[in-house]
């Protein structure tokens, strides 16, 4: 991965980096290398909790609606973050905003893991989110800001893709690690690696990378241009549905496949797994797509319809059909993610240095969405049944969908982005 993210700095040249001479490309590479093992080591920390929910609500004495609460947790703290996040990556620089917020969800992962009561549980998981929004944004910014105009698409999906790699690893790691130690002991090995990893990127990732942009004429008027922009906002509320359909599948299908399906916990942690991995297929197809083509509407709307419309099958089906909705589900999120991360990057209306508060704006309208969604799944799994849960899920991706109508065309590129990239 190094190899090959440092021959494309090398091609095309370093931009984030300020860096010169013989140890640009390998300086690039090392940083975005590090950038996509802390999404991994990120991403497992989100999803390692979904295995546990059986343990922990026997030892807790509480059910799926309390499943659904503690789930929609980690999004709300998570939600709450993405716009500071973003306004604290103008000041700070990417870097700096990025790594603290990775090394707090560290600490939140292993304050989970002792966590005396499900109330101190729920406070934890809240940390862990406010740790998580912090990193992501700012994150998605760093990896773009190495790479020139036209050839982020690879690096930004495969980062984003990087998201399933870990929630993958999380959903199946946790749930062989639970019989051997238990909920807490998976949580904690979660908390132990991630916080392994940001050391590591502490001495990987140059200090100069990320560093704070030289900003643009102020607009008139108090607010930043992002947090007024129509195609950040659609985004944000169209995608509700996708969110929380993409969580609630990852952290509810390990508790369905045991309890509704009678699966051992190994064997749903391997289909709870492939609900996730494939989208490591969509981002880096995804990415590019978008770069090459902009009818980026037409991509939404087919491909989260797709994703939607298999969920619908997941109450009839066995364990290899179920297997085939996961992989098609989790190929239409990653394509699509991918997409909606590149195109900040092309939006005319906000200065360059600004595209990291975009994408924290459109994040945290859907996290704040996504953890009603979640609540909403759980709650209906208590009054009701899973199989009535799935479908309502499906309907809501489909309903939240809607306010595309008001996604403005993608401009042309910009064209100050390649001056801005040579003043970094």
Do not use: C
Request: hydrophobic letters at 55%; zero cysteines; charged letters at 10%.
């Amino acid at each position: 991965m190094l190899k090959l993210f440092g021959r494309l700095a090398r091609d095309r040249g370093v931009t984030g980096t300020r860096a010169s001479g013989p140890g640009s490309a390998g300086s690039t590479g090392r940083a975005t290398a590090i950038l996509i093992a802390l999404r991994i080591g990120y991403a497992y920390n989100w999803f390692d909790i979904g295995p546990g929910l059986l343990s922990l609500g026997a030892e807790f004495r509480v059910g799926s609606a309390s499943w659904g609460l503690l789930v929609a947790a980690f999004l709300v703290g998570a939600g709450l973050m993405q716009v500071p996040a973003g306004l604290l990556a103008r000041r700070s620089g990417a870097r700096t905003v990025s790594l603290w917020g990775v090394g707090l969800l560290a600490v939140g992962g292993l304050a989970s893991a002792v966590a005396p009561s499900f109330a101190v549980l729920l406070a934890t998981r809240i940390v862990a989110g406010v740790g998580a929004g912090l990193f992501f944004s700012p994150a998605i910014g760093l990896v773009a800001s190495l790479y020139p105009e036209g050839r982020r698409g690879l690096p930004v999906g495969t980062f984003s893709s990087a998201y399933s790699a870990g929630a993958g690893l999380g959903v199946l790691g946790s749930s062989l690690l639970i019989p051997l130690i238990g909920w807490r002991g998976s949580m904690a090995v979660g908390g132990l690696g991630l916080g392994l990893l940001v050391l590591l990127a502490l001495v990987l990732i140059p200090v100069t990378a990320g560093a704070a942009p030289v900003p643009s004429p102020p607009s008139p008027g108090r607010w930043p241009r992002a947090l007024t922009s129509r195609a950040a906002w659609t985004v944000g509320l169209a995608f509700i549905g996708m969110e929380g359909a993409a969580f609630a599948t990852g952290q509810f299908i390990v508790p369905f496949g045991e309890t509704v399906r009678g699966w051992s916990i190994a064997l749903a942690g391997v289909v709870g797994m492939m609900f996730i991995v494939p989208s490591l297929f969509g981002g880096p197809v995804g990415g590019p797509v978008a770069e090459r083509n902009r009818h980026h509407r037409t991509q939404f709307v087919v491909v989260t319809l797709v994703g939607a419309g298999v969920l619908t099958l997941l109450p009839f089906l066995g364990v290899a059909a179920t297997i085939l909705v996961g992989v098609v589900f989790s190929f239409s999120y990653g394509f699509v993610y991918a997409v909606m991360y590149v195109l900040p990057h092309y939006w005319t209306d906000i200065p360059p240095e600004e595209v990291p508060l975009a994408i924290g704006l459109f994040n945290s309208v859907q996290l704040a969405g996504g953890a009603a969604v979640a609540f909403l799944f759980g709650w209906i799994v208590s009054m009701s049944s899973y199989a009535v849960a799935w479908e309502v899920l499906a309907a809501t991706v489909g309903l939240t969908l809607v306010a595309l109508v008001a996604l403005p065309r993608t401009p042309e590129a910009r064209p100050a982005v390649a001056a801005a990239d040579a003043r970094r």
